[in-house]
């Protein structure tokens, strides 16, 4: 009998008729069964105070190997103290499973407290950071050296960023969980340290402006040669300004009405001249619901990275993402003296204090106060010294 494997799982055939097992030679009573159907499960099979039994462990792959012999000792480790694995094992299988965590945690929170872009945003961090192979796990199971091997490999293979907003948006889940009765024992994802994350703070210089411009007048799609204009001379947040509706523009006024952001209300903005004649000249114009329609027949453009890629490669800016062209408004308003306030104001920031991260580029008022008040504590004195 071989040892029951991954690989033996794998390659292991079905019968044509019935069932047939694979039994383990390192865990008495650890088998694997194959039926007819094309399922596998993981079984235990043996005596439990005197009478025949079979447990069915779980099915593969929704239960790894290693999981399985781990159950599969648990079973023989309860039997020789005496206990009833099975009747326990019908408890346990009742305990919600990770898959039933996701759906609860979208019906019952995101659903209705969340906007729809940041559902959308968690229903994309479970398909792409999340293994697949948690959904058939009991919640129970879950271990904090495995949420912590996951971090650590996001981090790798993703950025520290995306690796500690998995971390933070599974503990939201497991507290859920625990809130909503689904797991008793502790959160496997509190307080696992997160990396450091330093603040970006990356803007386009005039020159590094004047490339992208160019660059922007090569770009073969007319919405993205208009989008990328617009978020630099308005600062919005990409999906903020993506499901622009015609009806959001006011043109005799020269207005834009963003109804969903990031801040939770709409916001206002005055359209400087050049963005007026932007949209002017859009194709969208009098056609489509949207400014910037999706080439399908319904809907709005929706993702801008291709589309950006192309375009900072053109114009030898590779490290620039599309938040930055934000932190662009934001640096060139500061450098013309406006006020951090206004700054804010034309942001849509919540708090006073996520502007003030720009304040240390207004360096040519600060420099003006030095220039005067060292004229007036040592005038020529320093010079004549020397």
Aim: with cysteine; proline share 5%.
């Amino acid at each position: 009998m071989p040892n029951i494997t991954k690989a033996v799982v794998q390659s292991a055939t079905f019968p044509e008729r019935g069932q047939t097992f694979i039994r383990d030679d390192s865990i008495e009573g650890f088998a694997l069964r194959l039926t007819a159907k094309g399922a596998k499960s993981f079984v235990w099979e043996g005596r439990i105070k005197g009478r025949p039994r079979r447990i069915t462990i779980g099915q593969f792959p929704d239960l790894s190997v290693a999981a399985a012999r781990i159950r599969a000792h648990k079973i023989r480790a309860a039997i020789i103290e005496g206990r009833d694995p099975s009747e326990e094992h019908q408890t346990e299988r009742r305990e919600p499973i990770f898959a039933d965590l996701i759906k609860a945690y979208f019906e019952r929170h995101a659903n209705k407290h969340k906007r729809e872009r940041s559902i959308r945003h968690d229903e994309w961090c479970v398909s792409k950071y999340v293994p697949q192979s948690w959904r058939g796990r009991r919640l129970s199971d879950i271990r904090r050296d495995e949420v912590e091997n996951l971090h650590a490999t996001i981090g790798n293979k993703h950025g520290h960023y995306a690796a500690n907003h998995t971390i933070r948006f599974l503990r939201c889940m497991f507290n859920l969980a625990r809130e909503w009765k689904m797991l008793s024992g502790e959160n496997p994802s509190a307080r696992i340290r997160l990396f450091k994350e330093e603040r970006r703070e990356r803007f386009l210089s005039p020159e590094e402006l004047q490339r992208v411009n160019q660059a922007l007048l090569d770009e073969p799609d007319w919405r993205w040669r208009a989008f990328f204009p617009v978020a630099l001379m308005l600062g919005t947040r990409r999906s903020e300004l993506l499901c622009v509706r015609w009806s959001d523009i006011d043109l005799k006024q020269r207005t834009l009405r963003l109804p969903e952001t990031k801040a939770g209300r709409p916001h206002f903005l005055p359209l400087p001249e050049p963005a007026v004649t932007l949209f002017q000249s859009l194709p969208s114009r009098g056609k489509s619901e949207w400014a910037f329609p999706s080439s399908r027949k319904d809907g709005h453009i929706v993702e801008p990275a291709k589309a950006w890629q192309r375009i900072r490669e053109r114009a030898g800016v590779k490290d620039v993402r599309i938040h930055d062209l934000r932190h662009t408004l934001a640096s060139w308003l500061v450098a013309q003296g406006f006020s951090l306030p206004l700054i804010g104001r034309a942001l849509n920031h919540r708090h006073t204090s996520t502007t003030e991260r720009y304040a240390h580029l207004a360096l040519d008022p600060v420099r003006q106060a030095l220039e005067q008040n060292a004229e007036r504590m040592f005038g020529q004195s320093i010079d004549e010294d020397i």
